[in-house]
């Protein structure tokens, strides 16, 4: 069992920054693939980034990919999620989530995450 808090959203002009962490509690966070994933009102969960759990090779959606940086630091139990150049349609709830049973690489998929924070809103003004 792994508890997860994000912190870090807030209100930005667009082309601004912030940086998204993830504080894991519970079991090591190294031992678990690690994704962000975003929703808008009205829209679905949609996939950002992902990490996986131990080589941390990176994923990420194109509309994000260039713009925005997942990592983590196994030994504070944290991944944080860097978002550079923000635009407004990347205003959404963003979730952390981890992956228990991935043995390689990170999903996409929402559904394939066992655990979830509770969202941290990140609103991006025009």
């Known amino acids: 069992q792994v508890q997860l808090v994000e912190s870090g959203g807030g209100l930005v002009q667009a082309g601004g920054s912030l940086r998204l962490s993830c504080a894991a509690s519970g079991r090591t966070s190294s031992m678990y693939a690690m994704g962000w994933f975003r929703q808008a009102p009205g829209k679905e969960r949609e996939f950002v980034a992902a990490i996986s759990r131990s080589v941390g090779t990176t994923y990420y959606a194109d509309s994000v990919k260039g713009r925005f940086t997942i990592s983590r630091d196994n030994a504070k139990n944290t991944v944080y999620l860097q978002m550079d150049s923000l635009k407004p349609e990347d205003t959404a709830v963003y979730y952390c989530?981890?992956?228990?049973?991935?043995?390689?690489?990170?999903?996409?998929?929402?559904?394939?995450?066992?655990?979830w924070g509770q969202g941290t809103q990140v609103t991006v003004s025009s």
């Open positions: 989530a981890a992956d228990r049973d991935i043995t390689w690489g990170a999903s996409r998929v929402s559904g394939a995450y066992d655990y």
